[in-house]
């Protein structure tokens, strides 16, 4: 016997865009090291875990190739899409308990699924002279999340710029120790962002649920609104909805799935 696997492209319609993600349900949870090694068999930015704990509850936990991670939208995304699509749940909502972002819940409406995550306040953050460096674009205002600050957000003038980008990431990560979002209003959305985080070995992330979590309520304050529509430009692309309600977001987005598989190899890195 052996254990399911399926890899999810999340935020996008179309079989090569979004992000992929492998999402791996198990009846009980394998060493911290087996999980790390699994994610970094598989190499894609994030392999979601989840062990069934009652009815539509999960424990969730999420793992880029380098470390677990705090909160990770994608992954949670196509997490609840595996539930709907190949797992036979057939509520309206799941719940999932995850160890350092508390209770996520995710509900399927007309074909998408919204997401209901922590707002990470950002606060004002100096920019750091080697990231700019790295970057090789002016920076004209940078925060960071008063809470998971292990992501921080620089803002550039325009979408143009943004996609003007070519990153050194050897240096983006001997800059700082963080991941790095660069965002700026859109040309056709109300922002857009990329993301880069070298040091957990993901150069950079097609889409990115979890920087929106402080993106949103940074643009909301800029915008005036607290209902925005996002889009992350990288090679694969994806769109957001995005909705700030308090000290929550709402993020809602769809996926589809890529490939079903079974992992049968022996999983102890001894044998």
Same mark, same amino acid.
């Given at each position: ?76 995304? $196509?997490? /609840? ?9 057939? *509520? !309206? =909502?799941?719940? #999932?308990?995850? %160890? &350092? ?71 983006? $990560?001997? /800059? ?9 209003? *859109? !040309? =056709?959305?109300? #922002?857009?962002? %990329? &993301? ?76």
């Amino acid at each position: 016997m052996g254990l399911p696997l399926y890899i999810v492209n999340a935020f996008t319609r179309t079989t090569f865009g979004g992000n992929p993600a492998a999402v791996m349900p198990l009846d009980h949870w394998l060493p911290d090291e087996t999980l790390l090694a699994i994610a970094a068999q598989h190499n894609l930015s994030e392999t979601a875990f989840f062990v069934c704990t009652g009815s539509g509850e999960y424990e969730l936990r999420w793992f880029t190739p380098g470390a677990e991670v705090q909160l990770c939208g994608h992954a949670t995304l $196509a997490s /609840a899409h595996v539930l709907r699509a190949h797992l036979g749940f057939q *509520g !309206d =909502r799941v719940t #999932f308990s995850t %160890r &350092f972002s508390g209770e996520l819940r995710a509900q399927y409406v007309d074909g998408a699924v919204e997401l209901d995550f922590p707002s990470l306040t950002p606060q004002p953050h100096d920019v750091e002279p080697a990231l700019a460096s790295a970057l090789q674009v002016p920076i004209i205002a940078a925060a960071i999340p008063k809470v998971h600050p292990w992501k921080a957000l620089y803002e550039v003038e325009s979408e143009a710029v943004l996609r003007s980008i070519e990153p050194d990431f050897p240096a983006i $990560a001997a /800059a700082v120790d963080h991941a790095v979002i660069v965002t700026a209003r *859109g !040309d =056709r959305h109300d #922002f857009v962002s %990329r &993301f880069f985080a070298p040091n957990l070995r993901v150069n950079e992330d097609p889409v990115t649920g979890s920087a929106h979590c402080v993106l949103t309520p940074y643009w909301a304050e800029k915008l005036g609104s607290t209902e925005l529509f996002a889009a992350q430009v990288s090679d694969r692309g994806g769109e957001l909805h995005c909705a700030l309600l308090g000290d929550r977001i709402i993020l809602r987005g769809q996926s589809l799935t890529y490939a079903t598989a079974t992992v049968t190899a022996p999983l102890s890195r001894s044998e």
